[in-house]
T-cell receptor, first 112, second 112 residues
Framework: GESVGLHLPTLSVQEGDNSIINCAYSNSASDYFIWYKQESGKGPQFIIDIRSNMDKRQGQRVTVLLNKTVKHLSLQIAATQPGDSAVYFCAEIYTGGFKTIFGAGTRLFVKA | EAGVVQSPRYKIIEKKQPVAFWCNPISGHNTLYWYLQNLGQGPELLIRYENEEAVDDSQLPKDRFSAERLKGVDSTLKIQPAELGDSAVYLC??????????FGPGTRLLVL
C-alpha cells in the first residue's frame, strides 16, 4: 500500500478526553485484525484484537470497532493519558494465507 | 515470561560492510518473523519461519539478505554487503502457529 513516510497522520487530544484512531484495510478476505501501540525506541506492542465475525470488542479503556462493509477499523481509547502517546498501527491478517499487512500508523499526542 | 529478545539494539556500519542481527523468540513460539521498519512507516515482512522452515521469503532481497533458523528457535538475519538504503529498524516477532505476533524491541541499523 501507499506509505505515509515521515508525514504520519497525527491526532492530538487533551488528557482525559477520548481518542478515536481510524484505519482502512485493504483485503476483504482478512479475517483477523490487531491494533498495536509503538512507543519511541520500542517494538510494536499488542493492544487488542478482533475477529471478522465480530463488530466490537472491548478491553481495558480500549474498544475496537470493525465495519466490514466499508473495510474500516477503529480504536477508541477512553480517558486518554499521557502514557498513551505513541504511534498506533492496525494490522490485518488473512489467516488462510498467513498474510499480515500493517497500516501506515497514526501518531497520538496527548496534551497534559 | 521473557519477551522476544533481539541484539544488538543499535548498529552503525559503513556501507559495503556485513551486519548480522539475532533474535530469540518467546519460548514455545514456532513462528518467527523478520520485519523491516522505515521511519514513519509500518513494519514490512521480510521473512516468516514455521519452525526451521522459511515459508514466506518473497519480500527478502536475496541478493544481499539472508536468514537462518537452524534449530527452529533462534534466528539470524544477515545483510552483506550493506547499502545506505538499508538503514532502518529490523524487528523480530514470534507467534504460536501464526497467531498474534509479539515483537521484540528491534535493532536500529545506520549505514554510513
Amino acid at each position: 500500500g501507499e506509505s505515509v513516510g515521515l508525514h504520519l497522520p497525527t491526532l492530538s487530544v487533551q488528557e482525559g478526553d477520548n481518542s478515536i484512531i481510524n484505519c482502512a484495510y485493504s483485503n476483504s478476505a482478512s479475517d483477523y485484525f490487531i491494533w498495536y501501540k509503538q512507543e519511541s525506541g520500542k517494538g510494536p506492542q499488542f493492544i487488542i484484537d478482533i475477529r471478522s465475525n465480530m463488530d466490537k470488542r472491548q478491553g481495558q479503556r480500549v474498544t475496537v470497532l470493525l465495519n466490514k462493509t466499508v473495510k474500516h477499523l477503529s480504536l477508541q481509547i477512553a480517558a486518554t493519558q499521557p502514557g498513551d502517546s505513541a504511534v498506533y498501527f492496525c494490522a490485518e491478517i488473512y489467516t488462510g494465507g498467513f498474510k499480515t499487512i500493517f497500516g501506515a500508523g497514526t501518531r497520538l499526542f496527548v496534551k497534559a | 515470561e521473557a519477551g522476544v529478545v533481539q541484539s544488538p539494539r543499535y548498529k552503525i556500519i559503513e556501507k559495503k560492510q556485513p551486519v548480522a542481527f539475532w533474535c530469540n523468540p518467546i519460548s514455545g513460539h514456532n513462528t518467527l518473523y523478520w520485519y523491516l521498519q522505515n521511519l514513519g512507516q509500518g513494519p514490512e515482512l521480510l521473512i516468516r519461519y514455521e519452525n526451521e522452515e522459511a515459508v514466506d521469503d518473497s519480500q527478502l532481497p536475496k541478493d544481499r539478505f539472508s536468514a537462518e533458523r537452524l534449530k527452529g528457535v533462534d534466528s539470524t538475519l544477515k545483510i552483506q554487503p550493506a547499502e545506505l538504503g538499508d538503514s532502518a529498524v529490523y524487528l523480530c516477532a514470534s507467534s504460536s502457529n501464526g497467531g498474534t505476533q509479539y515483537f521484540g524491541p528491534g535493532t536500529r541499523l545506520l549505514v554510513l
